[in-house]
């Protein structure tokens, strides 16, 4: 089954720290390490290594960063005939911070993801147009992203939009087309403007996003399990409680095992188990991509 990720990709420089530096101090830090991410790429890897078929979308820079994302996307056996090459660009980057409870906080400089336009959409139309889901992120121009949600609406693919990171400039009447919405708790308060503190708010800024049109919404909140808010209600999956050393990337986890899951089965409370299952491994380990677990763990841990 065919998944497209029409999105980004990034070099994640991940810094280990034992806290934030001050303004103007300099700060010795314990670890760093650098891998490929970005939350495009990191849904496309995911969703691939939990056995869907691929296509990705995205432009890398004319840096010696490209050569090395566009052969990780191979390695995940992912289709990089629309990863392209933009002239005098940068490859996207992402300076990202994980103290020592696992917490992260990422900067992203998005260089050539900028350049993804429509008409790269129209480019891939041929092999778009066989794909059995469409997903998205905001780490590339928002007039793209609306495109690509007409296009799955025209072509008749689901669409499974991450609205991260959140901006207030997201129209979500151009959104509400998508099949699945899919932000984490500080995502859904940037977007509702609506408090998210604990559970029963969580819901009640997720209804917001329904009450507007929009199908699915699933709320990922880290080790509080994920929220799903439909026409059928309120249900939500608990987290598998893990050791969490670094949490960077795990929402993408969730996001491309769900994909990969729900294509195959067409049931959302089986693909949230599985993507919880997943995600939680992927917290277990350093790094983005460099986390994601095998399916075989992901199975083991979902039959114990
Ligand atoms: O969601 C995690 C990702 O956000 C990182 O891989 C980083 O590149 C940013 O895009």
């Known amino acids: 089954m065919r998944i497209a990720v029409i999105g980004s990709n990034m070099v994640d420089l991940t810094s280990y720290i034992t806290r934030m530096p001050v303004l ?39 840096d010696f960063f490209a050569d090395n994302t566009i052969a990780n996307f191979k390695k995940h056996g992912i289709d990089t005939r629309y990863v392209q090459k933009v002239p005098g660009v940068s490859s996207g980057v992402a300076p990202i911070f994980v103290d020592q409870s696992g917490q992260n906080s990422i900067l992203i400089i998005k260089g050539a993801n900028n350049d993804l336009r429509p008409a790269d959409i129209d480019a891939a139309e041929p092999d778009l147009k066989s794909c059995k889901m469409i997903i998205l992120q905001l780490e590339i121009p928002l007039e793209t992203v609306y495109y690509a949600i007409d296009f799955g609406k025209k072509h008749d693919i689901p669409v499974l939009l991450n609205p991260a990171p959140a901006t207030t400039e997201l129209d979500l009447a151009k959104v509400c087309q998508c099949d699945f919405f899919m932000p984490n708790e500080t995502e859904l308060a940037i977007l509702t403007g609506m408090p998210v503190s604990n559970e029963k708010e969580i819901e009640a800024a997720a209804k917001s996003l329904s009450a507007r049109g929009l199908k699915h919404v699933i709320v990922t909140m880290g080790s509080h399990g994920s929220l799903l808010v439909d026409e059928d209600g309120t249900r939500r999956v608990e987290a598998y409680h893990v050791e969490a050393v670094d949490t960077s990337g795990a929402g993408d986890a969730f996001i491309g095992c769900f994909a990969c899951c729900y294509i195959e089965q067409r049931d959302i409370i089986a693909a949230m188990r599985a993507a919880s299952a997943f995600a939680a491994l992927s917290v277990t380990k350093r790094g983005t991509q460099k986390s994601y677990p095998e399916k075989e763990a992901v199975l083991k841990l979902l039959n114990a």
């Open 24 to 62: 103007g101090e300099t700060l010795e830090a314990p670890d760093f390490s650098m891998g490929c991410g970005g939350k495009g790429a990191n849904q496309a890897v995911a969703a691939a290594q939990y056995g869907a078929d691929v296509l990705m979308l995205t432009k890398v820079g004319d």
